[in-house]
């Protein structure tokens, strides 16, 4: 049974940086790829970043280039959501997610989700 289990996020001021763990269980990450999804207050849900099977990383959230870097530690079959510069806007519930392979902004194609975890961002 493939799963993942979501960590980190909370409340931090504007300006401030958090990082967001995925530990996939049922699977491994170097023949699934994890993304990055966000849904703030009634807004859809939104991609944020990507991480290929092949560990190449595509970024999603044009809006801030580089503000958000997504990585992952085979060892520990886990992903990481590095948020730098964070502000209010951001604020939002963070979910990550697994299909095998390949990358798509398009969460319906995600079959496996985390449980999302809240990130505040205050002014």
């Known amino acids: 049974q493939l799963q993942l289990v979501q960590s980190g996020g909370g409340l931090v001021q504007s300006g401030g940086s958090l990082r967001l763990s995925c530990a996939g269980s049922?699977?491994?990450?170097?023949?699934?790829?994890i993304a990055w999804f966000r849904q703030a207050p009634g807004k859809d849900r939104e991609g944020v970043s990507c991480?290929?099977?092949?560990?190449?990383?595509?970024d999603y959230n044009h809006s801030g280039q580089g503000q958000f870097t997504v990585s992952r530690d085979i060892a520990k079959n886990t992903a990481y959501l590095q948020m730098d510069s964070l502000k209010p806007e951001d604020t939002a519930v963070y979910y990550c997610?697994?299909?095998?392979?390949?990358?798509?902004?398009?969460?319906?194609?995600?079959?496996?989700w985390g449980q999302g975890t809240q990130v505040t961002v205050s002014s």
């Open positions: 049922g699977f491994t990450l170097d023949t699934y790829a």
């Open positions: 991480i290929r099977s092949d560990g190449s990383a595509i």
């Open positions: 997610a697994a299909r095998p392979n390949l990358c798509t902004p398009r969460y319906p194609n995600y079959h496996t």
